[in-house]
């Protein structure tokens, strides 16, 4: 089970923090992804961070700008959000991967990944 936290209405240019918490088992072993989903637009893939939190990567329209990061003692993913723009308003998802993926190629697309939480909802005004 994945709890998302963090979201909330923030003006262009600030920041936000999202959580996501894992419990019921560990997830050290596997990849943990954002993804987000405007309203009436597909769910798109934000950033991957592998189990141990060496490697990152980032969608374009983010990159430089969101920072993922990850606690295993606390079985927690973050995802930083700086200079945010209403373009990143959505709803922010966390999940995980049931298999150990490394490559960008499955973990960017949201059908590789088996555990979602329930999302957080982040507003960015203009």
């Known amino acids: 089970q994945l709890q998302a936290s963090g979201g909330g209405l923030v003006q262009a240019g600030g920041s936000l923090r999202v959580s996501c918490v894992a419990s019921?088992?560990?997830?050290?072993?596997?990849?943990m992804g954002w993804f987000r989903q405007a309203p009436g637009k597909e769910r798109e893939f934000v950033a991957h961070?592998?189990?141990?939190?060496?490697?990152?990567k980032y969608a374009a329209s983010v990159k430089g700008r969101f920072t993922i990061s990850r606690d295993n003692a606390k079985n927690t993913v973050y995802l930083q959000m700086n200079s945010l723009k209403p373009e990143d308003t959505a709803v922010y998802y966390c999940?995980?991967?049931?298999?150990?993926?490394?490559?960008?190629?499955?973990?960017?697309?949201?059908?590789?990944?088996?555990?979602w939480g329930q999302g957080t909802l982040v507003t960015v005004s203009s």
């Open positions: 999940a995980t991967p049931r298999l150990a993926y490394t490559s960008t190629y499955y973990l960017s697309q949201p059908r590789h990944y088996d555990y």
């Open positions: 019921g088992r560990t997830f050290d072993n596997n990849a």
């Open positions: 961070i592998s189990s141990n939190g060496d490697t990152t």
